[in-house]
């Protein structure tokens, strides 16, 4: 079975501190690929990014940067220096190769304070 | 492109009726899926479809329908509304990209109450 496991609820920082989410996950699959969205105020849910299995290199895109662990089973999220328009629920999701279902974590709600 | 729509954006219902969430993509992808996001839980498979006339059960299938009777539209029906399906509903649709994975795309979100 497949499961997300996104153990903070709710952080609050402030705007220019650097802030990491956090993202545990379980599958037996050796194939599966690892999600990150965000979704504001708005509600919609935006794509961050996709990660395979396969390749644990470190991914960064301006302020954002993720680390991928397979040692911990780790896929965390880091912005650096945090801004308002970064509040929002973040998403961690899990797919694996035998189809394509979607596994979500609970999310992690960022409010940055000006 | 459109992507994927969803109608209407809000709905309220009284307990015991019934009614259909619309969701079409204009992406031609092959499987189309619906979520409900309820606070604390993340957003939870209802059911999915891996193509036209394919349907199948995701995590909490229960009081709802589908049916695929087009490339295009996966339509959600409440058979008779209960309070506990209060919730946001997300339809999304994706295609195997390469490498095995799936991209998939999320529609904007119904908001449904049921009192």
């Known amino acids: 079975a497949q499961k997300v496991t996104q153990a903070q609820t709710e952080i609050s920082v402030v705007e220019k501190e650097d802030v990491t989410l956090d993202c545990v996950y379980e599958?037996?699959?050796?194939?599966?690929?690892l999600f990150w969205y965000k979704q504001p105020p708005s509600g919609e849910l935006v794509f961050l990014i996709r990660?395979?299995?396969?390749?644990?290199q470190n991914e960064i895109s301006g302020r954002y940067s993720w680390n991928f662990q397979k040692s911990t089973s780790s896929f965390n999220f880091t912005i650096t220096a945090s801004q308002v328009v970064d509040s929002a629920v973040y998403f961690c999701a899990l797919s694996v190769s035998t189809g394509n279902q979607f596994y979500f974590g609970t999310g992690t709600s960022l409010t940055v304070i000006p | 492109n459109a992507g994927v729509t969803q109608t209407p954006k809000f709905q309220v219902l009284k307990t015991g009726q019934s009614m259909t969430l619309q969701c079409a993509q204009d992406m031609n992808h092959e499987y189309m899926s619906w979520y409900r996001q309820d606070p604390g839980m993340g957003l939870r498979l209802i059911h999915y479809?891996?193509?036209?006339?394919?349907?199948d059960q995701g995590e909490v299938p229960n009081g709802y329908n589908v049916s695929r009777s087009t490339t295009e539209d996966f339509p959600l029906r409440l058979l008779s509304a209960a309070p506990s399906q209060t919730s946001v509903y997300f339809c999304?649709?994706?295609?195997?990209?390469?490498?095995?994975?799936?991209?998939?795309?999320f529609g904007p979100g119904t908001r449904l109450t049921v009192t």
């Open positions: 990660r395979n299995s396969f390749d644990e």
């Open positions: 999304a649709s994706s295609y195997a990209a390469p490498g095995g994975s799936y991209e998939q795309y």
């Open positions: 479809s891996v193509g036209a006339g394919i349907t």
């Open positions: 599958t037996r699959d050796t194939t599966y690929y």
